[in-house]
């Protein structure tokens, strides 16, 4: 079975350029979330949707926003971007509730010039 | 708000060494404990998890981890590494909130 798949892999933009990275799901999950993860640190919770709505949110600017769609793939959005942004954007599925897993994908490494 | 915190930034064992890795959260209510291994050049795995009942939980790959609930904490332990074990750790804890939260990440090096 296929994993979580992201895209791009990798992505170069400049400052104050927008960006949308993509993700599917493992089929049969109906919940995506949505990290940053900067060299050296652990990866940091953006967003959770299931079932196309927002279910969690974490602290970050409004710059960043997300949406899933009926196949229950998802966008993630930043824009406005700013040199910090440059970071390991992680997808996760999950079926919802118990017993919470979340599956990760490989990232879209995202370099801001 | 909820955090983790893992001790150890950097390890380096021999192989077949005993390893311990510590994690300890800050979270009062009911929290789901995770432990997530990332290769090199691969993406993040799951090693084990606790929900509930036995404290003591066993992972893929031989590890295990114990939480000690008056210690909000949740070591991971393996009796003896190999160098395929050569990863990044990350400790993570969801509490409340559906999105996990991890800990800086343990960079664990094995010499042959």
């Known amino acids: 079975d296929a994993g979580v798949t992201q895209s791009p892999t990798h992505l170069i933009k400049t400052r104050g350029q927008h960006v949308t990275l993509r993700c599917s799901p493992i089929s049969g999950h109906k919940s995506v979330s949505w990290y940053q993860q900067v060299l050296g640190q652990g990866p940091q919770f953006i967003f959770q949707y299931y079932e196309k709505e927002e279910r969690g949110r974490g602290n970050f600017p409004d710059r960043f926003s997300a949406r899933q769609f009926p196949n229950y793939s998802s966008e993630l959005n930043v824009n406005a971007l700013l040199l910090g942004d440059s970071a390991l954007y992680l997808c996760?599925?999950?079926?919802?509730?118990?017993?919470?897993?979340?599956?990760f994908g490989p990232g879209t490494r995202l370099t801001v010039t | 708000a909820q955090s983790v915190s893992q001790h150890n930034h950097h390890v380096i064992l021999s192989e077949a060494a005993s390893l311990e890795l510590g994690c300890n959260y800050s979270y009062g209510g009911t929290v789901n404990l995770f432990w997530y291994v990332q290769y090199p050049g691969q993406h993040l795995q799951l090693l084990l998890k606790?929900?509930?009942?036995?404290?003591l939980v066993k992972g893929i790959k031989g590890f295990e981890a114990e939480f000690i609930k008056s210690k909000f904490s949740f070591n991971l332990r393996k009796p003896s590494v190999q160098w395929s074990d050569t990863a990044e750790y990350f400790c993570a804890v969801r509490g409340g909130a559906d999105g996990l939260t991890f800990g800086k990440g343990t960079h664990l090096i094995i010499q042959p």
């Open positions: 996760a599925s999950s079926t919802r509730g118990a017993p919470y897993e979340q599956y």
């Open positions: 606790y929900f509930s009942g036995d404290p």
